[in-house]
């Protein structure tokens, strides 16, 4: 495969254009303008990405938490070809369904074990979040218990950015576009040791960041909570990690209230922790789980969420339709190339290989990190990871006083020496693909020092202006 070539005045053409016509998603519209243009992306294999300029970048952030599979997969482009060829499209809603529908939800199952065997497919993170919101809802109707209506869920935390599912979120930003969140979401503290209580001891601080479940329950009162949603590793809030215990402990609250407990595995499902979901490695069993991004390895847009048989077979006792889904439920394209991901994934043990061998080496890796006095904390779980930029050596402080200031500068240097991360506030974030090598880790790890090191100057302005 050869990079698209475009001249300078294409280049140049489709960024004017990009601005004139094309609003991208979670974007500053006038930075876009200011800039002329977005960055265009013409190729990827492996874990690398090119752009219109010539420039080849590792993508330590699998596209959007969600290439696992890694980039210029032949046969995940072969399944979508065929089954468009054999049925490009059809719904669900008339008492009807596809092969790769009905076999990816199999597939699914077998994944997730236990009591979780039955799959609503959807296009997205969000809509997964938006499908487990009313069929909770509804479920609790049906059980007797209609005033069972408010969820739980943790500030910072990403559920998506639909109106449900950003007001199931817990990010202030957006919450402050819309009017959101709407009622009957309430929202406790983040288990984010480094940021909210640095230096306290882990295993107080899980059963104290635990504890406010139960302290939000008994305010609004047990018998009007639903469920409670969190996300088995915090991603779009920083890669948070929770302390040992936490969700141990998060579980026991939510059977001890009898309160629905939904695990939202879009970023860390599908091998991203080492194993095919996140509760798995923390040893919890949810009743409802979401899941999109890996499911495809981001190669078409496809998410499903995953309900417990108990309440599947409350549904089915009660009779009548739940009346909700989309165009695109159970799309049989989306699904076909889903299945192929799956059978790459297990066939390439790349789920055990996280586990067993990259995760352990990045973990490893980042440990080069920890003695440079911009870094507060050098942290990962299987194939993610994020760094803490700070102010002072042995502290969580961050620069002129506020966080935010020195992510984007650290960021913005890491891509132009070719290394795509995220800055989130001031946690330089990554979670590449599963088929990243020891090469391109140990690459990802001295690319982030130097560009610490590049930064210094920089930053130490910003230590002077506070």
Same mark, same amino acid.
């Given at each position: 495969?050869?990079?698209?070539?475009?001249?300078?005045?294409?280049?140049?053409?489709?960024?004017?254009?990009?601005?004139?016509?094309?609003?991208?998603?979670?974007?500053?519209?006038?930075?876009?303008?200011?800039?002329?243009?977005?960055?265009?992306?013409?190729?990827?294999?492996?874990?690398?990405?090119?752009?219109?300029?010539?420039?080849?970048?590792?993508? $330590?952030? #699998?596209? @959007?938490?969600?290439?696992?599979?890694?980039? &210029?997969? %032949?046969?995940? !482009?072969?399944?979508?070809? +065929?089954?468009?060829?054999?049925?490009?499209?059809?719904?669900?809603?008339?008492?009807?369904?596809?092969?790769?529908?009905?076999?990816?939800?199999?597939?699914?199952?077998?994944?997730?074990?236990?009591?979780?065997?039955?799959?609503?497919?959807?296009?997205?993170?969000?809509?997964?979040?938006?499908?487990?919101?009313?069929?909770?809802?509804?479920?609790?109707?049906?059980?007797?218990?209609?005033?069972?209506?408010?969820?739980?869920?943790?500030?910072?935390?990403?559920?998506?950015?639909?109106?449900?599912?950003?007001?199931?979120?817990?990010?202030?930003?957006?919450?402050?576009?819309?009017?959101?969140?709407?009622?009957?979401?309430?929202?406790?503290?983040?288990?984010?040791?480094?940021?909210?209580?640095?230096?306290?001891?882990?295993?107080?601080?899980?059963?104290? $960041?635990? #504890?406010? @479940?139960?302290?939000?329950?008994?305010?609004? &009162?047990? %018998?009007?909570? !639903?469920?409670?949603?969190? +996300?088995?590793?915090?991603?779009?809030?920083?890669?948070?990690?929770?302390?040992?215990?936490?969700?141990?402990?998060?579980?026991?609250?939510?059977?001890?209230?009898?309160?629905?407990?939904?695990?939202?595995?879009?970023?860390?499902?599908?091998?991203?922790?080492?194993?095919?979901?996140?509760?798995?490695?923390?040893?919890?069993?949810?009743?409802?789980?979401?899941?999109?991004?890996?499911?495809?390895?981001?190669?078409?847009?496809?998410?499903?969420?995953?309900?417990?048989?108990?309440?599947?077979?409350?549904?089915?006792?009660?009779?009548?339709?739940?009346?909700?889904?989309?165009?695109?439920?159970?799309?049989?394209?989306?699904?076909?190339?889903?299945?192929?991901?799956?059978?790459?994934?297990?066939?390439?043990?790349?789920?055990?290989?996280?586990?067993?061998?990259?995760?352990?080496?990045?973990?490893?890796?980042?440990?080069?990190?920890?003695?440079?006095?911009?870094?507060?904390?050098?942290?990962?779980?299987?194939?993610?990871?994020?760094?803490?930029?700070?102010?002072?050596?042995?502290?969580?402080?961050?620069?002129?006083?506020?966080?935010?200031?020195?992510?984007?500068?650290?960021?913005?240097?890491?891509?132009?020496?070719?290394?795509?991360?995220?800055?989130?506030?001031?946690?330089?974030?990554?979670?590449?693909?599963?088929?990243?090598?020891?090469?391109?880790?140990?690459?990802?790890?001295?690319?982030?020092?130097?560009?610490?090191?590049?930064?210094?100057?920089?930053?130490?302005?910003?230590?002077?202006?506070?």
């Amino acid at each position: 495969m050869t990079t698209p070539t475009l001249s300078a005045q294409e280049i140049a053409n489709l960024r004017q254009l990009d601005v004139a016509h094309h609003l991208p998603g979670q974007s500053d519209y006038r930075l876009q303008a200011e800039l002329g243009g977005s960055r265009l992306i013409v190729r990827a294999e492996g874990c690398t990405i090119h752009d219109a300029d010539g420039n080849a970048i590792l993508d $330590a952030h #699998a596209g @959007l938490w969600c290439v696992n599979a890694g980039y &210029g997969r %032949e046969e995940l !482009a072969r399944a979508a070809y +065929e089954q468009m060829r054999e049925l490009p499209y059809y719904n669900t809603f008339f008492k009807t369904a596809s092969v790769p529908v009905v076999r990816l939800a199999t597939e699914v199952a077998l994944r997730l074990g236990g009591d979780l065997q039955h799959v609503f497919f959807n296009s997205s993170g969000s809509e997964a979040a938006d499908t487990a919101f009313r069929l909770v809802r509804h479920y609790w109707t049906v059980k007797g218990q209609p005033k069972r209506r408010i969820f739980i869920s943790r500030w910072n935390a990403y559920h998506g950015s639909t109106v449900a599912a950003a007001s199931l979120g817990g990010m202030k930003p957006m919450h402050a576009q819309g009017g959101l969140p709407i009622p009957g979401v309430e929202h406790i503290m983040q288990p984010y040791l480094f940021g909210d209580a640095f230096g306290e001891d882990p295993a107080k601080f899980a059963a104290r $960041a635990a #504890a406010a @479940l139960e302290e939000r329950i008994l305010s609004v &009162g047990p %018998e009007n909570v !639903a469920a409670f949603i969190g +996300e088995p590793v915090q991603g779009a809030g920083g890669v948070i990690i929770p302390p040992p215990g936490y969700w141990q402990q998060i579980e026991a609250i939510c059977r001890k209230y009898g309160i629905l407990l939904i695990s939202d595995e879009v970023i860390c499902g599908f091998g991203r922790l080492g194993r095919w979901f996140g509760f798995q490695h923390f040893g919890v069993k949810p009743d409802i789980v979401t899941m999109a991004k890996g499911l495809s390895s981001g190669y078409l847009p496809i998410s499903a969420t995953a309900v417990s048989q108990p309440i599947v077979a409350t549904l089915r006792e009660s009779g009548g339709e739940f009346v909700h889904g989309y165009t695109y439920s159970g799309h049989p394209v989306c699904a076909a190339v889903a299945l192929k991901n799956l059978e790459i994934l297990s066939r390439e043990r790349l789920v055990e290989r996280t586990a067993e061998d990259t995760g352990p080496y990045i973990a490893k890796a980042l440990e080069r990190l920890r003695g440079h006095h911009l870094v507060g904390e050098a942290r990962s779980l299987g194939l993610i990871g994020g760094i803490e930029i700070v102010a002072r050596p042995g502290t969580n402080e961050r620069f002129a006083g506020q966080e935010g200031t020195a992510g984007p500068i650290v960021r913005d240097i890491c891509i132009r020496r070719g290394l795509m991360v995220r800055a989130i506030r001031d946690t330089i974030v990554f979670c590449p693909p599963l088929i990243i090598t020891h090469a391109e880790i140990d690459r990802l790890v001295d690319t982030i020092r130097a560009a610490l090191d590049e930064a210094a100057p920089a930053l130490n302005s910003l230590r002077q202006a506070a």
